[in-house]
């Protein structure tokens, strides 16, 4: 779907991240089918592009500072290029409450508070379990577009044959521009979804997980010339969607909030741990109490923390 950012009515900033050089505006998006001209609520988020590699004309003017002795501080405007955009747009059109509040410590809409918590086996089942149990098969319609090819089947780099059990694709992730290697993410989505996150993950999964981090490597490999150490894959507990799926970005792109400790857990470490699990029983992810960092409008942060003071107390006793 394209978008007239020309008709868009700015309301208010839900985020200004200068880290990130990104900032993220609610507002109301017309377009020329509204009959009624009211519009629908929409979330635009900017990002600055990755400089690129400097060539001759690439700065068109320059205003000075300040300067002293050998040093000198100035402003910078680059030039005009059709194919090296300045920022990079999301659009979320017509946007709901659930996307305003959305929790991704990677790309947040809203700003807000963030508490680490401890996640117990039991704390899953009566919390989490029950919040994903329930969660919005529409949240999830992008994905299913994606894997039945009627969207961005253009973009996909590796695709399991239709017979393997555990199958997945491998495309480009919507926070990468598709040009700037050193920025370069992708990520691996599941066909099926019967893994919803990290929780589900057992030893049957291995041959899984090691073909994801195979295919990625020799997709990126063949595609944009990076080897294997080159690459950093991880899993986010919690993700932001409950259909399992790898982020695959350059391991020199740094600064990446959602690469964090309390978010991320690296692919290879979690094959390393289902290949010491036990060979039956519940798996170590099913036993294991979780950390992460959890934001307070998440939708299940107030039974959390009201749990929290419960395990401490226990931690004590």
Not at 156 to 167: A, I, K, L, W
Not at 261 to 277: N, T
Request: some cysteine; proline content about 4%.
């Amino acid at each position: 779907m394209a978008f007239d950012l020309s008709r868009f009515t700015f309301e208010r900033v839900l985020n200004d991240d200068p880290a990130a050089h990104s900032v993220t505006l609610l507002g109301i998006l017309r377009s020329p089918d509204d009959s009624d001209g009211q519009g629908s609520t929409a979330i635009v988020r900017m990002e600055k592009t990755a400089l690129p590699s400097f060539s001759d004309g690439l700065i068109s003017a320059v205003k000075i500072i300040d300067s002293t002795d050998i040093y000198t501080w100035m402003f910078g405007w680059l030039g005009y290029s059709s194919d090296r955009p300045d920022v990079k747009i999301n659009v979320v059109c017509p946007a709901t409450d659930v996307h305003i509040r959305k929790v991704h410590l990677k790309f947040f809409y809203s700003r807000q508070q963030v508490h680490i918590v401890r996640e117990t086996p039991a704390l899953y089942e009566r919390v989490v379990r029950p919040y994903i149990d329930t969660f919005p098969a529409s949240r999830t319609k992008w994905i299913d577009e994606i894997i039945s090819g009627r969207s961005e089947a253009e973009k996909v780099v590796f695709r399991s044959p239709e017979t393997d059990v555990h199958g997945f694709l491998i495309l480009p992730d919507m926070k990468w521009d598709l040009t700037t290697v050193t920025s370069l993410y992708l990520v691996a989505l599941m066909l099926l979804p019967d893994i919803k996150c990290l929780r589900d993950l057992s030893r049957a999964h291995l041959p899984l997980l090691r073909s994801i981090r195979r295919e990625a490597a020799r997709a990126v490999k063949a595609r944009w010339g990076l080897d294997s150490t080159e690459l950093r894959l991880f899993v986010h507990y919690q993700p932001s969607y409950y259909h399992f799926h790898v982020h695959i970005v350059n391991a020199n792109h740094t600064g990446l909030m959602g690469m964090t400790v309390g978010q991320a857990h690296l692919l290879d470490d979690i094959i390393s741990l289902l290949e010491l699990d036990l060979e039956s029983g519940p798996s170590i992810f099913q036993r294991v109490t979780l950390s992460y960092g959890l934001g307070e409008q998440h939708g299940f942060f107030a039974a959390m923390k009201t749990a929290q003071s419960q395990l401490l107390d226990e931690s004590y006793a």
